[in-house]
C-alpha cells in the first residue's frame, strides 16, 4: 500500500511538471490561407481554455481576450488613445468604466458574463455612455439572457469576440492576402507589446508563424 502510495506520488509530481513546462510556453497561431480568420482568433481562445483546465485557479483566457481585444483597437485606432491594464485589475479597483474606455463607449471584455457585468453597463447607462460587451461565442447567449432580465436588451451591443476581431484584421488588411498576414502580424506584435508592459507572466505572448 505505501508503495502504490509512492508511486503514485511521483506520478503526479511528474504529472504537474509536465504542466508546468506546457504552460511556460507562449501560445501558437499559424496563419493558414485556407482557414478563415475567425478560426485563428478561435485557436488562440482554445489553446487559452486548455491551459486554463491545467492550472486551476489561472484565467488565461480572460487575459487573452482583453489584450487580444486591445491589441486589435491600438491598431485600428492608434496606440495612446485609451488605456490597457493588467487583466487582474478590476473595474471596481480602478475606478474603470469597462476595461477599456474610447469616447462614450465602455467595452466590457468577459469569457463569462455575469449579472456584475450588466450593472456595470448599467452604470455607464446612467452615467451617459453607451456599454458593449466583447465575449465568447458561448457568451453571446447568456449576455443577452442577462440583458434582457435586465431590461437593457436594446441598450447594450454583444458582439462575439471572434467576429469583433477578425473583421477588423480584413479591414485593417483592406481585403488582401498580403494585407491580411500584415495585420495578423502587426495585431500579434501589439497584444505581445502589452502583455510585456501589464503582466508578469510571458507566456500569455503569442508566437505567430505563417
Known amino acids: 500500500m505505501l508503495r502504490l502510495l509512492i508511486e503514485f506520488r511521483i506520478e503526479a509530481f511528474?504529472?504537474?511538471?509536465?504542466?508546468?513546462?506546457?504552460?511556460?510556453?507562449?501560445?501558437?497561431?499559424?496563419?493558414?490561407?485556407?482557414?478563415?480568420?475567425?478560426?485563428?482568433?478561435?485557436?488562440?481562445?482554445?489553446?487559452?481554455?486548455?491551459?486554463?483546465?491545467?492550472?486551476?485557479?489561472?484565467?488565461?483566457?480572460?487575459?487573452?481576450?482583453?489584450?487580444?481585444?486591445?491589441?486589435?483597437?491600438?491598431?485600428a485606432l492608434g496606440i495612446g488613445n485609451f488605456e490597457h491594464n493588467s487583466f487582474s485589475t478590476s473595474d471596481a479597483q480602478s475606478g474603470r468604466a469597462g476595461d477599456f474606455f474610447i469616447g462614450d463607449v465602455a467595452l466590457h471584455v468577459t469569457t463569462a458574463p455575469g449579472e456584475a457585468v450588466i450593472g456595470r453597463c448599467r452604470d455607464n447607462i446612467d452615467d451617459g455612455h453607451r456599454p458593449i460587451i466583447v465575449t465568447t461565442s458561448r457568451g453571446v447567449s447568456a449576455a443577452e439572457v442577462l440583458a434582457e432580465n435586465a431590461g437593457l436588451g436594446d441598450r447594450i451591443d454583444v458582439f462575439e469576440v471572434e467576429q469583433f476581431v477578425a473583421l477588423n484584421l480584413y479591414e485593417l488588411g483592406r481585403f488582401a492576402a498580403e494585407g491580411r498576414r500584415t495585420a495578423v502580424g502587426d495585431v500579434v506584435t501589439r497584444y505581445n507589446e502589452?502583455?510585456?508592459?501589464?503582466?508578469?507572466?510571458?507566456?500569455?505572448?503569442?508566437e505567430f508563424k505563417q
Open 14 to 75: 511528474w504529472i504537474q511538471r509536465v504542466h508546468e513546462f506546457f504552460s511556460a510556453k507562449p501560445f501558437k497561431i499559424r496563419l493558414d490561407a485556407s482557414r478563415s480568420l475567425r478560426t485563428l482568433v478561435r485557436d488562440m481562445i482554445v489553446q487559452a481554455e486548455e491551459r486554463q483546465r491545467n492550472a486551476p485557479g489561472m484565467q488565461y483566457a480572460g487575459a487573452v481576450l482583453q489584450h487580444l481585444v486591445g491589441a486589435k483597437l491600438d491598431c
Open 194 to 206: 502589452i502583455v510585456e508592459n501589464f503582466e508578469t507572466d510571458p507566456s500569455l505572448k503569442i
